[in-house]
């Protein structure tokens, strides 16, 4: 069953571990019975502030978003999707209700709590209306002069004390209003109008996945050299990735070549793409679209080996089970034994390998810089 809190003793031993790299948040989170989002608020300080010596204060995201400066675009798909969540159909002067929330009750936003440090929708709106890039650290409240909780219209929150806020519920209480009240004297909206963040969430989505994928690659050397990625997330194979287009892991080089020549994924699926770079250093790590070409998967094939390129042997993938070293002994056995020779049978058993493919690698047909002997008398 999963744990929904920790005790500060295993808090604290969780940060131990996750911030002097004995542990990821993962084997942390599994250790502890806990859920993996829950060690992420710990150890980024949204949780267990007192361990942090942040109480008392707001805690957000801080504009980074895996581990790179959060874009514009980004920053903007984010306000808009907040904003996707208000219904503003009444109008500038009706209330805007938190879409989802509970009647007559604060809306919660997760994604409010990583932009502005706070998880209240009325806070949220009232800190991206007014373009701050956090909520205030104040001894203040907002008071909602609709009496209305869910409401996130910006000019129906007024800033207040604790005690002018108790004020408005007994004035509230005394004549007794228990709804909705019209707002005769709404907030003035500050230089340059309230700032309200719309637009299709699908196109702003993928104008951020661009700019981030340009935040990932080096192009600092200039239109002519090669753009390498920057980003930890790598292939084995040494080609960056990141999401686009709905698809986990797409590989870089090609998220680049779509951007340039203003295609999609679908449109280059049954297409590779290729390097022509002149530095072999950078083959699979470049992201110039000048330095890439759509091609065949033969002609791929036939550009990796000339650049030697082409995983092969112990480099590939397949092939780090079993060693060139271990293939060799293997050849030496089977082709000079120093008594009876043993069967191919034998030899597949003992190394846990299908027959067929320890056939080839005797022969030569596999791995033929193994080294050691291919056939008799060699």
Not at 291 to 309: C, F, P, R, S, V
């Amino acid at each position: 069953m999963t744990r929904r809190s920790l005790s500060d003793a295993e808090a604290r031993w969780a940060l131990e571990m996750v911030r002097s790299g004995k542990m990821t948040q993962k084997q942390v989170a599994a250790m502890l019975g806990a859920t993996p989002s829950r060690v992420n608020q710990l150890v980024n300080g949204r949780t267990y502030k007192h361990l942090h010596g942040t109480a008392g204060t707001r805690t957000s995201d801080g504009g980074i978003r895996y581990g790179l400066d959060e874009t514009p675009e980004r920053r903007l798909w984010r306000e808009a999707k907040f904003w996707a969540r208000v219904d503003r159909s009444g109008g500038a002067k009706a209330c805007w209700p938190w879409i989802g929330g509970k009647p007559n009750h604060y809306g919660q936003t997760a994604t409010g709590q990583g932009m502005t440090g706070s998880s209240l929708a009325h806070v949220v709106a009232f800190t991206l209306a007014r373009r701050l890039r956090k909520a205030p650290d104040w001894a203040l409240v907002l008071r909602h002069l609709c009496d209305y909780k869910p409401c996130c219209n910006p000019a129906h929150l007024k800033p207040g004390t604790v005690g002018e806020n108790l004020a408005d519920r007994w004035e509230a209480y005394r004549e007794g209003r228990t709804g909705v009240r019209d707002v005769t004297e709404p907030v003035a909206a500050p230089p340059g109008g309230w700032n309200i963040a719309a637009g299709d969430l699908n196109v702003l989505d993928h104008l951020a996945r661009v700019s981030e994928f340009h935040a990932r690659v080096d192009s600092s050397a200039g239109p002519d050299a090669c753009w390498p990625w920057i980003a930890k997330s790598r292939h084995r194979f040494g080609y960056g990735f990141m999401r686009f287009e709905g698809q986990n892991t797409v590989p870089a080089h090609r998220i680049a070549y779509v951007v340039a020549h203003g295609l999609t994924l679908a449109d280059i699926r049954h297409q590779m793409i290729l390097h022509k770079c002149t530095e072999d250093a950078y083959r699979n790590n470049c992201n110039n679209p000048a330095h890439l070409m759509a091609g065949t998967q033969a002609e791929n094939i036939a550009d990796k080996k000339t650049h030697g390129t082409m995983p092969s042997g112990e480099r590939h993938h397949m092939g780090r089970r079993y060693s060139d070293s271990l293939i060799a002994e293997l050849r030496e056995r089977y082709w000079r034994p120093r008594g009876k020779r043993p069967t191919i049978t034998a030899l597949a058993a003992e190394i846990g390998a299908s027959i067929g493919v320890v056939s080839r690698w005797l022969k030569g047909a596999s791995r033929p810089g193994a080294g050691g002997p291919t056939g008799p008398g060699q």
